[in-house]
C-alpha cells in the first residue's frame, strides 16, 4: 500500500511527510517529524496527554488520521516557547510546580493555552471545565488550575502595559 | 499493517461514489471520535475511510431564507459553539452538543456522528429530535430527508440504507416565545455517559404552552420521541398537572437497561425527574427571564 504525501504547517513552518492510511496524527508528530513533545496515554481521546491545535482548534492528535492535517494549521507544544524564553505558562508551571511525572504537561499547557487565546480572563471554574479532557494523576490539579490563572492574570497585565 | 484506504473527497458525489462501491467494508470518517477509537480496538476493521470534511456542505453552518439553521453532518461541536447565532436560536441544541466529551472531543466530534454512531445515551441526539430536526441523507438513488428519530435503528444501528450518509440537519424556523433546554444525569460532574438524557422544545403564548417536543435518552435502544409528553404539555399553563402528566408519559416510555450507571428503576424516575427541569429551563427561555 501506498504511503500518503501530506503538506501542511506545523507551528508556522510548512512541513511534509509520508503516513499510513491509519496513522494518526500523534504517530507522525512522534515518528516521521520527531516532535516528540505531544504525548501518548491513553490512544483514545480520554487522557490529553496528546493535544494539539488544528486550525485554532483544540483536538487529541491520537483521535485524528495523520492524512487528515493535508491543508491544515497545526500547533504543538514545540511552538510554545519563543526560541529560549519561556511562555508565561510554561513560567507558571515551573515556577509553581504544577507538574511532577510530566508526561501530561505538554497536553495541559497546550489546552490551556488554546482557553487563554479564547478567553484570556477565565474563572476558577473555567478552567476546571476547559481542562477536564487532560487527566494529571500526580498533582491533584490544584496546583496546575492555580499556574494557569496567575499566567492569564501576567500575560493580561503584560497586555495592559504594551498597551499603555 | 492492516490494508486501508483513506479517501478525502471534495464533492459528495465522489464520496457517495466511493462510499457506495466499497460496501459494508467503508466507514465515513467525520470527527473520528468514536470511529478510530473502534479502528485502534480491533472492533471495527475498514477496508476505506471516507472523510467527508473536505466537502463544504459537510461542515457549514448557515441560516435558512426562513430563519432555521443548516448543519453540516460533520460541522464539530465546538464550530457550533463558536457561531455567533446558534447558541441563541437553539441554546439547548447547543448545551447537549456540547457535553459531548472534553473540549478536544467537542473540537471534532459532530452532531451527525453521535448520530450515526447509534448509542442510545448519545447526548444531541433527544436534544434534536426536541427541535425536530430534519435531517438529509444522500445515497446511490439519491437524496431523501428523514426525521431525526427515524434514524436510529437499535445499539450501533441506523435505517440510513447502505451507500447512504447523513448529509445534514435542518432545525425549522423559530416562533416568538419559544426555548429549548437538555439535561442529562450521570453518576459524575462531567464527561460521563448520560443515565438519563432528555430534550425540550416548547412555544409560550401569553403563558400557555402552544406548542412542545420531548425527546428521551439513554433509556431504551434508542433515543425517543415522547409525543405523549409535548402532548400533555400543549395547551396548559406549564402548571404542575401537566408537568407530572408529561412526567408521566416519559416514565412510560421508558425501556432501559440495568448497568453500573442506574437501575432500571432509577432511570425511570429519573425520566420523569428530568423532564419537570428540563420544561422549566426551556420555559424560562422561552419566556426571556
Redesign the interface.
Known amino acids: 500500500?501506498a504511503k500518503?504525501h501530506v503538506t501542511t504547517t506545523i507551528n508556522g513552518e510548512p512541513m511534509e511527510y509520508l503516513c499510513?492510511?491509519?496513522d494518526?496524527m500523534l504517530d507522525a508528530l512522534r515518528g516521521p517529524l520527531g516532535l516528540t513533545g505531544s504525548k501518548e496515554g491513553c490512544?483514545?481521546?480520554d487522557c490529553?496527554a496528546c493535544?494539539i491545535t488544528?486550525d485554532d482548534?483544540?483536538?487529541?492528535s491520537?483521535?485524528?488520521?495523520a492524512?487528515?492535517a493535508?491543508g491544515h494549521e497545526l500547533r504543538t507544544i514545540e511552538g510554545m516557547a519563543d526560541g529560549e524564553r519561556l511562555h508565561p505558562l510554561q513560567q507558571k508551571f515551573l515556577e509553581q510546580a504544577a507538574l511532577q511525572c510530566g508526561i501530561c504537561t505538554s497536553g495541559m499547557l497546550v489546552?490551556s493555552d488554546?482557553?487563554l487565546r479564547k478567553n484570556p480572563d477565565p474563572s476558577e471554574e473555567e478552567v476546571r471545565?476547559?481542562l477536564?479532557?487532560?487527566l494529571c494523576r500526580c498533582t491533584g490539579y490544584d496546583k496546575i488550575v492555580r499556574a494557569v490563572l496567575d499566567a492569564a492574570a501576567e500575560m493580561r497585565e503584560a497586555t495592559r502595559e504594551a498597551a499603555q | 499493517?492492516?490494508?486501508?484506504?483513506?479517501l478525502?473527497p471534495r464533492t459528495l458525489d465522489e464520496a457517495i461514489g466511493a462510499f457506495a462501491a466499497a460496501g459494508s467494508a467503508a466507514r465515513i470518517?467525520a470527527?473520528?471520535?468514536d470511529l478510530?477509537?473502534q479502528?485502534?480496538?480491533g472492533i471495527v476493521k475498514p477496508g476505506v475511510?471516507v472523510?467527508i470534511?473536505k466537502i463544504s456542505e459537510m461542515t457549514e453552518i448557515a441560516e435558512t431564507a426562513d430563519g432555521g439553521f443548516r448543519i453540516g453532518a460533520a460541522a464539530?461541536g465546538?464550530?457550533l459553539a463558536e457561531h455567533p447565532r446558534f447558541g441563541k436560536v437553539w441554546p439547548g441544541v447547543l448545551e447537549a452538543v456540547n457535553l459531548i466529551?472534553?473540549?478536544?472531543?467537542q473540537?471534532?466530534a459532530s452532531a451527525g456522528g453521535n448520530l450515526c454512531n447509534g448509542s442510545p445515551a448519545g447526548d444531541s441526539v433527544p436534544a434534536m429530535i426536541a427541535a425536530g430536526a430534519i435531517v438529509t441523507v444522500q445515497g446511490p438513488d439519491g437524496r431523501r430527508e428523514m426525521k431525526v428519530e427515524e434514524v436510529p435503528a437499535g445499539p450501533g444501528r441506523t435505517n440510513l440504507k447502505p451507500g447512504e450518509i447523513l448529509v445534514s440537519f435542518v432545525l425549522p424556523p423559530r416562533a416568538p416565545g419559544s426555548g429549548d433546554a437538555y439535561l442529562r444525569m450521570i453518576p459524575r460532574t462531567?464527561?460521563d455517559i448520560a443515565v438519563v438524557g432528555l430534550g425540550v422544545s416548547l412555544t409560550l403564548e401569553n403563558g400557555v404552552c402552544t406548542a412542545a417536543r420531548v425527546g428521551l435518552g439513554a433509556v431504551a435502544p434508542t433515543a425517543l420521541l415522547v409525543e405523549a409528553a409535548g402532548a400533555a404539555l400543549i395547551g396548559s399553563k406549564l402548571d404542575d398537572a401537566a408537568l407530572e402528566k408529561a412526567a408521566e408519559a416519559c416514565r412510560s416510555a421508558c425501556r432501559p437497561i440495568d448497568d453500573k450507571r442506574g437501575t432500571i428503576a432509577y432511570r425511570v424516575k429519573t425520566a420523569g425527574v428530568l423532564l419537570k427541569r428540563t420544561a422549566a429551563i426551556a420555559a424560562q427561555r422561552a419566556t426571556g427571564k
Open positions: 500500500m500518503i499510513e492510511p491509519d494518526t490512544a483514545s481521546g490529553g493535544s488544528v482548534r483544540l483536538v487529541c491520537c483521535l485524528m488520521l492524512a487528515e493535508e489546552a488554546a482557553l471545565f476547559w477536564a479532557g487532560n | 499493517m492492516a490494508d486501508i484506504r483513506y478525502a470518517l470527527g473520528g471520535t478510530l477509537v479502528v485502534r480496538s475511510i472523510d470534511k464539530s465546538m464550530a466529551g472534553s473540549k478536544q472531543v473540537g471534532r462531567e464527561m
